[in-house]
């Protein structure tokens, strides 16, 4: 048997480690035996359930291996098979173990999380998820494409850049909870000091009126609860201030980098995108970072399926019912452009779907306005991609452009 896989700096390093140490155990080299063999593999945290097929044969039982022992047992198909088909579905781990897959030489599809029990018969285990999900991709590698919600890895310097976006997302969220924590603290006594009581030039008159309301040994723990509160909530606020800064910066480095390219007075479509008025920086860079690549849309319906703001549809017999947005697709992205939708039907009045639902948007009915803020929100997606792509300019959507820096 071969040793430990030695430590590796990334996904190649290992790979090529396990290469090696499969190439050291084997016997002899021979050609591969097996046209094709498929994979599926429910990973968790201390180990991961493989399901094997091989070629068309029936499914092996499922085995439990560590994740060296799963990219050791990848690699042995590897060289047991002229091509082999992994996959298992996104969530916490990242796209870590499939770039050390695809080191290895085989194929990997991340694949979106999914009930697979699909007759509902009740029973959940690892090892009858891994079989539902070789069955799946035994149907689509067969052409059912529809079979599996294959997940757009991005490459890693994307991952990286939209992490480091949502990180500010996140601090921003951090620092509401802390100061609504405080809030409510306040209010527990009659104290409406408001959410900014936390702040530097409010924070005096919030411990005046702690003082002033209650017996001095009572509003001495408040006041402590609340220094303790303040304190987490201005490191949070510093850091969120530090994070903001430094978007902003890139994204006009972004743009002085577009206009550069494209000279003095030509507008290059990339730098048109940063310019729409309405489009704040930060805003356009967490679009920007979770679209990653606006190239890998092939078409419009696609833009609006990955924002998830389609309408539903349930339909059966010839009757069909609309339903609310379906909502599949990436959340955070979807929250940004609802945003932005409000902001271009204040900055853009020459904008064809703002001015479409302005009525709306003006009147008094709650559901039709969410409905046509949601549908602005979708158009304004498709426009971004077509502009993004050259396919249109901003002056014939009727978006205006700041002026250039």
Known sequence: MAGPVPAAANAADVATSVVAAVAASAPSASP??????????????????????????????PQKLDEEQLLRFVAKQKAMAKRVVCCYEAGCFGYGLHRKII???????????QDWDERKVGVKTDRVDAKLMLGRLDRYLAGNRRALAVV?????????????VRERKQFQSDRNRWANQGKSLLLEYGLKCGWSWWQAERYGKT???VSGALPAEQAGVILTMLSDLQEMVMKLAEKLEELTKEQKKQVRERLAAHQKAAGKNAVEQGAALYRIK??????????????????????RRQVSSYT????????????????SITKHGNQRLRAALMEVAWLITRYQPNYGPAKQCRL????????????????????LAVDLWRIETGRLTPEKLGLQLSKAA
């Open 103 to 113: 080191a290895l030489g085989a194929e990997n599809l991340v694949v979106a999380p």
């Open 308 to 323: 998830g703001l389609c309408p539903g549809v349930s339909g059966s017999g010839g009757n069909f019912t609309g339903l």
């Open 360 to 379: 709306v948007l003006a009147g008094k009915n709650r559901s039709a306005r969410k409905k046509a803020i949601v549908a602005l929100a979708r158009k």
């Open 207 to 209: 411990q005046k009126a």
């Open 32 to 61: 591969p035996a097996h046209d094709l063999i498929k994979l599926a593999i429910d990973v968790h945290l201390a180990f991961c359930m493989v399901a094997r097929q091989v070629d068309n044969a029936v499914a092996q039982p």
């Open 278 to 299: 309405g489009l704040g920086e930060l805003s356009i860079g967490q679009i920007q970072a979770e679209i990653g690549d606006w190239n890998r849309f092939a078409n």
């Open 152 to 164: 757009r890895v991005p490459s890693l310097a994307e991952e990286v850049a939209r992490s480091r």
